[in-house]
């Protein structure tokens, strides 16, 4: 079970850049053949200053530049092992793009049990900041904790 | 691309579809590197059986990464303003994943013109994986 109280609590900001080389890992392992994640010239065609980053993967900078990548389930004492993803939302502001180096800052905004307590959703969203300060997205995501 | 065609959509009109091939262990393997998402249960099977599952399965962003990757084939990722989705069951290993998109509602917010696609990830059997929303901009 994880206690209501934990509705409010804030982690460590995680600060990730957008590398070419992660990305083109990414890409691959998605088979995604976009020319306009991959190729510089269709990038600025379609009138990004370097190439995007495809819609899920702030998802990924933010696990992978976090010190401890699970740490708001650590400090809410959730076992990694009981952990189910319920719901993901991403809302984009402005274009995120190679070369970039993002801030996300993570609050837990809903946690509600389920089911007469056999399992607990708990709600965290996230603000992307970019290197300009510019609120680039917002994250939210929905974890079902299996009691 | 036909990114043309969702100029003027309407409602009811399906403008994303696209199959992928079946999510092998070495899928997982690879997505667990390449997204920073190291959770045991998605490529060791004998934590999966400890936690009480069969064997490994997808992560769930995977899935939506898949869906992502079908929704900004049809539409540029620069119009694209939000992209929600519900986890709606695993998506076992060995799963080939359709993903579809169909418009269900055009609107308007803040003068700028915008249509709601309602989207789905179903496996061969036809079960829904996914079911989520994305706003786009016309």
Same mark, same amino acid.
């Given at each position: =079970?994880?206690?209501?109280?934990?509705?409010?609590?804030?982690?460590?900001?995680?600060?990730?850049?957008?590398?070419?080389? @992660?990305? @083109?890992?990414?890409?691959?392992?998605?088979?995604?053949?976009?020319?306009?994640?991959?190729?510089?010239?269709?990038?600025?065609?379609?009138?990004?200053?370097?190439?995007?980053?495809?819609?899920?993967?702030?998802?990924?900078?933010? $696990? =992978?530049?976090?010190?401890?990548?699970?740490?708001?389930?650590?400090? $809410?004492?959730?076992? $990694?092992?009981?952990? $189910?993803?319920?719901?993901?939302?991403?809302?984009?502001?402005?274009?995120?793009?190679?070369?970039?180096?993002?801030?996300?800052?993570?609050?837990?905004?809903?946690?509600?049990?389920?089911?007469?307590?056999? =399992?607990? =959703?708990?709600?965290?969203?996230?603000?992307?900041?970019?290197?300009?300060?510019?609120?680039?997205?917002?994250?939210? @995501?929905?974890?079902?904790?299996?009691? | 691309?036909?990114?043309?065609?969702?100029?003027?959509?309407? +409602?009811?009109? %399906?403008? &994303?579809?696209?199959?992928?091939?079946? /999510?092998?262990?070495?899928?997982?393997?690879?997505?667990?590197?390449?997204?920073?998402?190291?959770?045991?249960?998605? +490529?060791?099977?004998?934590?999966?059986?400890?936690?009480?599952?069969?064997? &490994?399965?997808?992560?769930?962003?995977? +899935?939506?990464? !898949?869906?992502?990757?079908?929704?900004?084939?049809? /539409?540029?990722?620069?119009?694209?303003?939000?992209?929600?989705?519900?986890?709606?069951?695993?998506?076992?290993?060995?799963?080939?994943?359709?993903?579809?998109?169909? &418009?269900?509602?055009? /609107?308007? !917010?803040?003068?700028?013109? %915008?249509?709601?696609?309602?989207?789905?990830?179903?496996?061969?059997?036809?079960?829904?994986?996914?079911?989520?929303?994305?706003?786009?901009?016309?």
């Amino acid at each position: =079970m994880v206690d209501p109280s934990a509705v409010g609590r804030s982690f460590t900001p995680v600060t990730a850049r957008v590398e070419p080389g @992660r990305l @083109r890992f990414f890409l691959n392992t998605l088979g995604e053949q976009n020319p306009v994640y991959r190729d510089e010239a269709a990038a600025r065609a379609a009138g990004y200053s370097a190439r995007p980053i495809p819609p899920t993967y702030l998802f990924c900078l933010e $696990l =992978m530049d976090a010190e401890r990548p699970f740490e708001f389930l650590t400090e $809410l004492n959730i076992d $990694l092992a009981r952990v $189910l993803h319920g719901e993901q939302r991403f809302t984009y502001h402005a274009p995120v793009v190679v070369g970039d180096t993002l801030t996300f800052k993570s609050r837990v905004t809903g946690v509600a049990d389920k089911k007469g307590g056999a =399992m607990t =959703m708990v709600v965290v969203e996230t603000e992307v900041t970019n290197q300009h300060g510019a609120h680039v997205a917002d994250t939210a @995501r929905t974890i079902v904790v299996r009691n | 691309m036909s990114e043309m065609a969702i100029d003027h959509p309407a +409602v009811g009109e %399906r403008v &994303v579809y696209k199959t992928f091939p079946p /999510i092998t262990r070495h899928t997982l393997a690879l997505y667990c590197g390449a997204s920073g998402d190291h959770n045991p249960i998605h +490529v060791d099977i004998d934590f999966a059986r400890a936690a009480g599952f069969p064997d &490994v399965f997808s992560h769930g962003m995977l +899935v939506m990464a !898949y869906l992502g990757q079908a929704l900004t084939d049809a /539409i540029a990722p620069s119009r694209i303003r939000s992209f929600w989705t519900r986890f709606a069951a695993i998506t076992q290993l060995g799963a080939s994943l359709t993903c579809e998109g169909h &418009v269900t509602e055009l /609107i308007e !917010y803040k003068g700028e013109k %915008r249509a709601k696609l309602a989207l789905t990830t179903k496996d061969e059997a036809g079960e829904i994986k996914l079911a989520g929303e994305a706003i786009i901009a016309l």
